[in-house]
């Protein structure tokens, strides 16, 4: 990631070139917080540049008292809340492609490697795909984004204790979940 204070100065100096690095820098956190909520594919782009547009248009009163992810990631969470609440929109209910599961299919991995961990992926996702919507996100920006536990509370709006308690619970009930549809040696074979 490049100094979000130096991108700032420019955007805000008048540099609109520079908002580019914002939306390279984040484009992911962005994606993955309202692709958790949303299950149309149009709608989700249509709702990434949406908070892109808030982003550049509230930036000047970013004080840098958060991160500049927690505060983007808020913008997304919040706008694609706003948005089902409008729309009363079914919630998206997978992990869907490109998901982090598959970045531990690599080059060096036999195809019967890949399948496999194709597989376990294929098999996460769908679970995953029933969590309920808080910790589906939760369990999302903890393990695949890796924010911290307060930084997830200020996205979410819960308090740091509550984010702490539905990913232990998104976990336990993803476990209890696949050990029961699954056999430990399907699992992890």
């Not at 536990?149 to 696949?178: C, D, H, M, W």
Request: with cysteine; net charge neutral.
């Amino acid at each position: 990631m490049t100094n979000d204070h130096e991108i700032i100065k420019k955007i805000n100096a008048g540099d609109t070139t520079a908002f580019e690095l914002i939306i390279e820098d984040y484009k992911r956190l962005v994606y993955n917080i309202v692709f958790r909520m949303v299950q149309n594919t149009k709608d989700v782009e249509d709702l990434c540049q949406d908070v892109f547009v808030k982003v550049y248009r509230n930036l000047s009163s970013f004080q840098f008292q958060s991160k500049l992810s927690t505060w983007i990631g808020t913008i997304a969470y919040n706008t694609t809340i706003n948005y089902l609440k409008k729309k009363r929109v079914k919630l998206k209910d997978e992990l869907g492609k490109n998901s982090a599961f598959e970045d531990y299919i690599s080059d060096e991995n036999t195809p019967q490697d890949d399948t496999e961990m194709g597989d376990l992926a294929h098999r996460l996702k769908t679970e995953i795909e029933s969590l309920p919507i808080k910790f589906r996100t939760i369990l999302s920006l903890f393990h695949l984004e890796e924010m911290s536990y307060s930084e997830i509370a200020k996205i979410t709006n819960l308090p740091e204790g509550t984010v702490k308690s539905y990913l232990f619970r998104a976990r336990k009930l993803l476990k209890e979940q696949l050990l029961k549809k699954y056999q430990k040696e399907e699992l992890f074979q």
